[in-house]
């Protein structure tokens, strides 16, 4: 009995042990404020351009564009199925908006797992109200082919449009852009945006390289389940995006009550091992 009684005393020792550290964890852990970093001295144009949380904002869906052939579409168009990844970009971008769609796509690519057109779509549209159907055309051309997946031209489209409609999208996006007549260019910052099959903005990312594990998240959540296995879900569980970096973060007190679940599981299993063989060694003695 006394070895019987010491498996026990340490099991129970062990889970209290890991209860206990789970709580001073939950004390410890960071409540999520930021250093607030110093103002920046910007240009005045540069004031007026950024990118600004609209999440959970239902996008018009009835705005009206023209798609890389030339052919009249609205957004309602590539809404109520997947998941969108929305690129705000201008045709004739000298630099940062091929910086943004190459980091677009060498994230589309890590995510092997997730295909553009099957699991959600990616909509790249031009605040340029000069871009043309041809510009459109001639960047689709571009991108699907460094994406070098079969069948992705029917899911990523590249869209031109009047101002007026521009302006709506990009404000309900919360996308800030100047012309700078100086430069001849657009100043604008670097981003994407995740929406819900139903429109609404789900999550930004910001910069021009987007972690795939962060986006395919993105997408299981926005999906409201109906993509992403088993694994997704425990990653879920165990990260929550953070809105105001942009990314994915340990959700500290998830992973302890995984890790504790696991513990207790692990030594559960050991102590009925152990009891198994106990037993079965005083049933050879009584024969």
């Not at 019987?4 to 001073?24: K, Q």
């Not at 609205?74 to 000298?94: A, D, E, N």
């Not at 940062?96 to 797992?113: D, F, I, W």
């Amino acid at each position: 009995m006394s070895g019987r009684n010491t498996i026990r005393n340490l099991v129970a020792g062990t889970v209290l042990l890991v209860w206990a550290s789970a709580g001073i964890w939950a004390q410890e852990a960071p409540k999520g404020e930021l250093g607030q970093a110093p103002p920046d001295q910007k240009p005045a144009i540069l004031q007026k351009v950024g990118i600004e949380q609209h999440l959970n904002q239902q996008i018009p869906l009835d705005l009206a564009f023209q798609d890389e052939t030339g052919q009249p579409v609205s957004l309602r168009q590539y809404f109520g199925k997947r998941p969108v990844v929305v690129t705000m970009v201008y045709f004739q971008c000298p630099m940062l908006c091929s910086e943004v769609m190459s980091g677009v796509t060498a994230t589309l690519n890590a995510m092997t797992s997730y295909n553009v057109g099957r699991d959600f779509d990616v909509l790249t549209v031009s605040f340029d109200p000069r871009d043309t159907p041809a510009a459109a055309m001639q960047s689709k051309e571009r991108y699907v082919k460094r994406y070098r997946r079969t069948g992705s031209e029917q899911g990523w489209h590249f869209l031109v449009g009047k101002q007026d409609q521009i302006d709506q999208l990009a404000q309900a996006l919360g996308f800030h852009y100047q012309w700078d007549p100086e430069n001849q260019q657009f100043a604008h910052a670097s981003g994407i945006m995740l929406l819900t099959p139903d429109g609404r903005i789900a999550q930004y990312y910001y910069g021009i390289e987007y972690p795939p594990t962060d986006l395919r998240l993105g997408i299981v959540e926005a999906s409201k389940g109906k993509i992403g296995t088993l694994a997704d879900e425990i990653l879920l569980f165990c990260y929550h995006y953070d809105p105001r970096q942009g990314k994915y973060g340990a959700a500290i007190f998830n992973v302890l009550r995984l890790s504790a679940l696991t513990t207790v599981l692990v030594l559960g299993g050991v102590l009925f091992l152990l009891y198994r063989r106990e037993r079965h060694g005083h049933a050879k003695l009584a024969v």
